[in-house]
């Protein structure tokens, strides 16, 4: 395990006293500014909606020597800092561009300052259970390692205080790597590309192309991890890069992980090692089975103990929104499966379900075709109720398949839901699309959720009764 390149540091880019344009003021573009403040330089901070630049940690960061950006600040900076979710033609990027100022995103400037190996997973769907799982896989095994990125904290907020011989478990999404140029991660995974966010990158192929961006920088010593049940991942490898390792549920494979008669396998330097039963894998449905593999392939390179590996894949628990057990009303199990942000991860959830289920859909449109989730919704579905901006498409969508209603919004949806199910049904908000016609993100749209199903009568909490069986499939 030669972890020099990282250990020995490389050249940050940022001197004392540079003067530092940060766009957007959410969590990535606090983290940014802080990170700079710590290296010496002079943040200028900037944001659309003038209300965030009254946020209590931004007024901290101007108290601390930030200050709020004037309107021609990109004429006075010799960097620009972007937040993730600051579309790449805003006007301070394209002023920014046009000078022949350098753009970087949060993520390229934590990186540069990490002097920790970088274990680095993007992917459609199955990125942050992936990337918790290899969190919890290290710590299990009594290494340092910190968890960050897209999952929700910043990288540029742990940087600082993870040592040398840490590690750093970071999950990456597509409008992350487009404002990267140098980082490079030692282990970097690529778990799926499914339709998603092509109002943003236009079309599946860029999409594809900015995903594979994870692996650009990568060359001799690196791993480049992919899913081998996912046809083309491969080529988006470069030829001369890092070294491919595979999971795989449905075949083996040479170098990675994979189910064999219902055991996951890794396979390391040759060898063969039964890790353990998928069956007793403690989170539901085949998509985690796939994540499990995922994450076993991505530590592999760390050459932890198998059994340290069987106590954590053992010992993991779900993330709050992810096919997450809310309680129990009447007989019936209510689960929040927020996250699911997308067609794709909408019918995975659908599809760990045993027991017949009242489904819970709705949200901001994305644009995304709906005849999978139909599809998905025939085998699991007793009905379904849709709601919000996406919520005529989607009922008439799901009408084809299962009984399907229109409601409001999701207080509506879960009233409808809790008179319409009966005693051993689940009902599952598993929505489709993204929160961002009612909410401010999918966590907020789960918490509603969950006070929700709290509020009905007759409600118990989780363990009164049998929560959703898993599946073995």
Same mark, same amino acid.
């Given at each position: 395990?030669a972890? +020099?390149?990282?250990?020995?540091?490389?050249?940050?880019?940022?001197?004392?006293? +540079?003067?530092v344009?940060?766009?957007?003021?959410?969590?990535?573009?606090?983290?940014?500014?802080?990170?700079?403040?710590?290296?010496?330089?002079?943040?200028?901070?900037?944001?659309? #909606?003038?209300?965030?630049? *009254?946020?209590p940690?931004?007024?901290?960061l101007?108290?601390?020597?930030?200050a709020?950006?004037?309107? +021609?600040a990109?004429?006075?900076?010799?960097?620009?800092?972007?937040?993730?979710?600051?579309?790449?033609?805003?006007?301070?990027?394209?002023?920014?561009?046009?000078?022949?100022?350098?753009?970087?995103?949060?993520l390229?400037?934590a990186?540069?300052s990490?002097?920790?190996?970088l274990?680095?997973?993007?992917?459609?769907?199955?990125?942050?259970?992936?990337?918790?799982?290899?969190?919890?896989?290290?710590?299990?095994?009594?290494?340092?390692?910190?968890?960050?990125?897209?999952? %929700?904290?910043?990288?540029?907020?742990?940087?600082?205080?993870?040592?040398?011989? &840490?590690?750093?478990?970071?999950?990456v999404?597509?409008?992350?790597?487009?404002?990267?140029?140098?980082?490079?991660?030692?282990?970097?995974?690529l778990?799926?590309?499914e339709?998603?966010?092509?109002?943003?990158h236009? $079309?599946?192929?860029?999409?594809?192309?900015?995903?594979?961006?994870?692996?650009? *920088?990568?060359?001799?010593? #690196?791993w480049?991890?992919?899913?081998?049940?996912?046809?083309?991942? &491969?080529?988006?490898?470069?030829?001369?890069g890092?070294?491919?390792?595979?999971?795989?549920t449905?075949?083996?494979?040479?170098?990675?992980?994979?189910?064999?008669? %219902?055991?996951?396998?890794?396979?390391?330097?040759?060898?063969?090692?039964?890790?353990?039963?998928?069956g +007793?894998?403690?989170?539901?449905?085949?998509?985690?089975?796939?994540?499990?593999?995922?994450?076993?392939?991505?530590?592999?390179?760390?050459?932890?103990?198998?059994?340290?590996?069987?106590?954590?894949?053992?010992?993991?628990?779900?993330?709050?929104?992810?096919?997450?057990?809310?309680?129990?009303?009447? %007989?019936?199990?209510?689960?929040?499966?927020?996250?699911?942000?997308?067609?794709?991860?909408?019918?995975?959830?659908?599809?760990?379900?045993? *027991?017949?289920?009242?489904?819970?859909?709705? %949200?901001k449109?994305?644009?995304? $075709?709906?005849?999978?989730?139909?599809?998905?919704?025939?085998?699991r579905?007793?009905?379904?109720?849709?709601?919000?901006?996406?919520?005529?498409?989607?009922?008439?969508?799901?009408?084809?398949?299962?009984?399907?209603? *229109?409601?409001?919004?999701?207080?509506?949806?879960?009233?409808?839901?809790?008179r319409?199910?009966?005693?051993? #049904?689940?009902?599952?908000?598993?929505?489709?699309?993204?929160?961002?016609?009612?909410?401010?993100?999918?966590?907020?749209?789960?918490?509603?959720?969950?006070?929700?199903?709290?509020?009905?009568p007759?409600?118990?909490?989780?363990?009164?009764?049998?929560?959703?069986?898993?599946?073995?499939?």
């Amino acid at each position: 395990m030669a972890f +020099d390149r990282m250990c020995a540091g490389h050249t940050r880019g940022i001197r004392p006293g +540079d003067r530092v344009l940060v766009v957007g003021m959410g969590r990535s573009g606090q983290a940014a500014a802080s990170l700079l403040l710590g290296e010496g330089a002079y943040p200028l901070l900037a944001d659309d #909606d003038g209300g965030k630049l *009254r946020h209590p940690v931004v007024e901290a960061l101007i108290a601390a020597g930030a200050a709020v950006a004037e309107a +021609d600040a990109v004429a006075a900076v010799s960097l620009v800092v972007s937040s993730p979710g600051v579309p790449p033609a805003h006007p301070l990027l394209t002023a920014a561009r046009e000078r022949g100022i350098p753009v970087w995103g949060e993520l390229e400037l934590a990186s540069r300052s990490c002097r920790a190996p970088l274990l680095a997973v993007t992917g459609s769907d199955g990125k942050s259970t992936t990337c918790a799982m290899m969190a919890h896989l290290i710590a299990t095994a009594g290494r340092e390692v910190v968890l960050g990125g897209n999952i %929700g904290t910043p990288l540029s907020s742990l940087v600082s205080s993870l040592p040398c011989n &840490g590690l750093a478990v970071v999950e990456v999404s597509s409008y992350q790597l487009e404002t990267t140029e140098s980082f490079r991660p030692w282990v970097a995974g690529l778990l799926n590309v499914e339709p998603d966010h092509l109002e943003r990158h236009g $079309s599946l192929d860029a999409y594809a192309r900015a995903k594979a961006r994870i692996f650009g *920088r990568q060359g001799p010593g #690196d791993w480049a991890v992919i899913n081998g049940d996912r046809a083309g991942l &491969g080529a988006l490898v470069p030829a001369a890069g890092a070294t491919v390792l595979e999971f795989s549920t449905r075949r083996s494979i040479p170098a990675g992980a994979c189910l064999m008669e %219902g055991w996951l396998t890794h396979v390391w330097r040759g060898e063969r090692q039964r890790i353990l039963r998928a069956g +007793d894998l403690p989170v539901p449905g085949h998509h985690n089975v796939e994540n499990a593999l995922a994450a076993l392939t991505m530590v592999l390179p760390l050459e932890l103990r198998p059994e340290h590996l069987a106590v954590g894949l053992s010992s993991f628990r779900a993330l709050p929104h992810r096919l997450e057990p809310v309680g129990t009303v009447a %007989g019936v199990d209510f689960v929040n499966d927020s996250k699911a942000t997308n067609v794709h991860s909408a019918a995975a959830g659908l599809a760990s379900m045993e *027991r017949p289920v009242v489904l819970l859909v709705g %949200g901001k449109d994305k644009g995304l $075709s709906f005849a999978p989730l139909a599809e998905a919704a025939r085998n699991r579905a007793r009905m379904a109720f849709a709601y919000g901006e996406a919520g005529v498409r989607l009922a008439e969508a799901l009408a084809l398949a299962v009984p399907a209603e *229109r409601v409001v919004d999701l207080v509506a949806a879960v009233h409808a839901a809790a008179r319409s199910a009966r005693p051993g #049904d689940v009902v599952l908000l598993s929505p489709a699309c993204s929160s961002f016609d009612a909410y401010g993100s999918f966590e907020q749209r789960g918490e509603h959720f969950r006070e929700l199903v709290m509020a009905l009568p007759g409600y118990a909490p989780v363990g009164h009764q049998e929560s959703p069986k898993k599946s073995s499939r």
